[in-house]
């Protein structure tokens, strides 16, 4: 059984910028690619990295070019490319609503509106309570379910009305601190 997510983070955090456990994760990625190619696993590693922090530090970032042999700037430009990394640090749950022209115009920007008043936010704002951030995503590959939004990049989410939009925040508050930021 994996380990809760935020006693991985704490775990993370006294061992700095990258944990072992992460290292050995980040060593899987980089065996998928050819010895010389260690850059290539660069998106796997931020994610792991992410994962474990929760963002991604300039010195997480550093160390995730060290380990891969990489120019520290190539990993900020990749880290800051992709909407799921995050180089800024956000709440417990990131909910990133697709408001492509698509999607648009099949209620993403209802929904998006919808969470703005719920939790009293814009866009890459973060309630006072740290539980929810609130991002603008792009198109999520799912434009005949809208609308549609990502939980912490993982947890897709379709045809999010306002109804099944208060069902969520309900139920992602009610999640226990303990119990990490699954979503
Ligand atoms: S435009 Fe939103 S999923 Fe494609």
């Known amino acids: 059984m994996s380990a809760p997510q935020s006693n991985l983070r704490d775990a993370a955090?006294?061992?700095?910028?990258l944990s072992a456990?992460?290292?050995?994760?980040?060593?899987?990625?980089?065996?998928?690619y050819p010895p010389d190619q260690r850059?290539?696993?660069?998106?796997?590693?931020?994610?792991?990295?992410?994962?474990?922090?929760?963002?991604?530090?300039?010195a997480t970032m550093d160390a995730v070019a060290h380990y891969l042999g990489m120019p520290p700037v190539a990993v900020y430009e990749v880290a800051t490319f992709y909407t799921m990394y995050d180089v800024a640090p956000v709440g417990r749950f990131k909910l990133t609503v697709c408001t492509n022209l698509p999607c648009a115009l099949s209620?993403?920007?209802?929904?998006?509106?919808?969470?703005?008043?719920?939790?009293?936010?814009?866009?890459?704002?973060?309630?006072?309570d740290g539980l929810f951030t609130l991002k603008e995503g792009e198109c999520m590959g799912a434009c005949g379910d809208a609308p549609v939004m990502l939980v912490n990049n993982k947890r897709m989410c379709s045809f999010m009305s306002d109804a099944r939009l208060d069902e969520l925040v309900?139920?992602?508050?009610?999640?226990?601190a303990a119990g990490g930021n699954a979503p």
Request: avoid cysteine; aromatic fraction near 4%.
């Open 107 to 128: 209620g993403g920007e209802a929904a998006a509106l919808h969470l703005k008043a719920k939790l009293g936010i814009g866009f890459n704002q973060t309630t006072p």
């Open 21 to 32: 456990e992460a290292r050995t994760r980040i060593d899987r990625a980089v065996a998928k």
């Open 39 to 58: 850059q290539s696993a660069v998106m796997a590693a931020l994610t792991i990295a992410q994962d474990e922090h929760g963002w991604l530090s300039t």
């Open 170 to 176: 309900a139920e992602l508050a009610a999640k226990p």
């Open 13 to 17: 955090d006294a061992e700095g910028p």
